[in-house]
């Protein structure tokens, strides 16, 4: 008899809560993504209609944090069969303008295709939550684990000054701090690639940072 997974659904402290994302979310995701990425591309920002979509293909996979009937932290994954000698992809490429076609229903890592907190709730350990979420989620699956592109956001500022390839080496020698990859590393990530074009975001340069968790990790 087949049993019927239970919502996910967890309290953090008094008034938040992480739970899977629902097709009433929609909006006020799209609303978010604006506030969380406020230079990216128009085209490359995740709306309504496509976590509608989302939620048909990977309900499993998608995760918010509310306070209340306010949303305040999101993430969006897929399933991938991800091949790490073709590692070079774009974010509109994978998330296939928005519509998350190539979610791969038997790939064997959760591919996390963004990750955001409002700015009024940040320096509360949110975004280590939606991660903590996402790996519980890869383990009930039992996939290999955690795989995303990460923004190198303290580039932007200068990459005037140095090339891409330059801070990746600084960064990833522990020379460099950056804002964005720097702490997905203390969380468990290890870089895997730099990834030249990947986004459109001046505050990255474009660049983005393959990095993975693997299943034995704990977030």
Not at 52 to 81: N, P, Y
Not at 116 to 121: E, K, L, N
Not at 176 to 193: H, L, M, N, W, Y
Request: contains cysteine; proline residues 4%; charged residues 25%.
């Amino acid at each position: 008899m087949l049993v019927k997974k239970m919502p996910y659904f967890k309290k953090i402290g008094e008034r938040l809560v992480v739970s899977n994302m629902e097709p009433a979310h929609a909006e006020r995701l799209e609303a978010l993504q604006k506030i969380v990425f406020p230079t990216l591309s128009e085209d490359e920002l995740i709306k309504a209609k496509h976590y509608l979509k989302h939620l048909e293909l990977f309900a499993q996979g998608q995760f918010v944090i509310t306070d209340g009937d306010r949303v305040i932290g999101m993430t969006t994954t897929m399933r991938s069969r991800f091949d790490f000698s073709e590692y070079h992809h774009t974010f509109k490429e994978t998330i296939a303008g928005g519509w998350m076609t190539n979610h791969d229903p038997q790939g064997d890592w959760l591919y996390g295709l963004d990750i955001g907190v409002h700015p009024d709730y940040r320096g509360l350990g949110l975004a280590r939550v939606l991660y903590r979420a996402r790996q519980d989620v890869a383990r009930e699956l039992g996939l290999k684990g955690q795989l995303t592109v990460g923004m190198m956001s303290g580039y932007g500022a200068l990459q005037g000054q140095m090339s891409g390839e330059q801070y990746y080496e600084e960064l990833t020698s522990g020379r460099r701090f950056d804002p964005t990859i720097s702490t997905q590393i203390k969380i468990g990530f290890e870089p895997v690639a730099l990834i030249p074009d990947y986004v459109n975001d001046p505050v990255c340069g474009n660049y983005g940072v393959l990095i993975r968790l693997d299943i034995d990790k704990q977030v």
